[in-house]
């Protein structure tokens, strides 16, 4: 079973500042998807960006960018110029390519992002 | 475009009670799933469906039921509620496929008094 560990429970960054989230995964598999997801005060779960492990290539969306590093199973979420928009609780997830995805994401336990004006 | 909707949004029941919670999509996805959020937990998977008539067992299938009669529908039923199923639950639906992205209802919070 593949495991996904959040060390940081809460971070704080002043605002426009840039923020770096770890996440650290376990799995006896080569090929994968991982995914950040942002849950603000109003409890939805929005896609921030994901990464396919095959793929070298740090993905990057905006303002968000990740420093996929595979051999060491670590998928850190770093966001630049922080906005008080951002803030949230984070949560990490492993998607399995094994039966297609079916089953779902392993997420970790999420960490709590606080933005300083 | 609704997506995945979920009703209700809160529930209070009593302990021994029963409820489905319900979960709807509109994107025809094949993929569905429903998970708890407990504080601290992270989301966990309870079961999942990989189309109709199909289910499976996730992490903490334990005290739940599922069923999927048609691609849009995945009710969460609670046979007999205990307190320690207090918690939020969320559904998700994804197309097939490993890299796609599963979208998220806005989740239900439940009280086991």
């Known amino acids: 079973a593949q495991t996904v560990t959040q060390s940081q429970p809460e971070m704080s960054v002043q605002e426009a500042e840039t923020v770096t989230l770890s996440c650290t995964y376990d799995?006896?598999?080569?090929?994968?998807?991982l995914f950040w997801y942002k849950q603000p005060p109003s409890r939805q779960m929005i896609l921030v960006i994901r990464?396919?492990?095959?793929?070298?290539q740090n993905a990057t969306e905006n303002r968000f960018s990740v420093n996929f590093q595979k051999a060491a199973k670590s998928f850190s979420l770093k966001i630049s110029d922080s906005q008080l928009g951002d803030a949230a609780m984070y949560f990490c997830?492993?998607?399995?390519?094994?039966?297609?995805?079916?089953?779902?994401?392993?997420f970790g336990k999420g960490t709590h992002l606080i933005i300083q004006p | 475009n609704a997506g995945v909707t979920q009703t209700p949004k809160f529930q209070v029941l009593k302990t021994g009670q029963s409820m489905t919670l319900q979960c709807a999509q509109d994107?025809?996805?094949?993929?569905m799933s429903w998970y708890r959020q407990d504080p601290g937990m992270g989301l966990r998977l309870i079961h999942y469906?990989?189309?109709?008539?199909?289910?499976d067992q996730g992490e903490v299938p334990n005290g739940y039921n599922v069923s999927r009669s048609t691609t849009e529908d995945f009710p969460l039923r609670l046979l007999s509620a205990a307190p320690s199923q207090t918690s939020v639950y969320f559904c998700?639906?994804?197309?097939?496929?490993?890299?796609?992205?599963?979208?998220f209802g806005d989740g239900t919070r439940l009280s086991i008094l």
């Open positions: 469906s990989v189309g109709a008539g199909i289910t």
């Open positions: 994107m025809n996805h094949e993929y």
């Open positions: 799995t006896s598999e080569s090929d994968y998807y």
């Open positions: 990464q396919e492990a095959y793929k070298q």
């Open positions: 997830a492993y998607r399995s390519v094994r039966g297609g995805g079916a089953d779902g994401l392993t």
């Open positions: 998700a639906s994804s197309r097939t496929g490993s890299n796609q992205p599963q979208h």
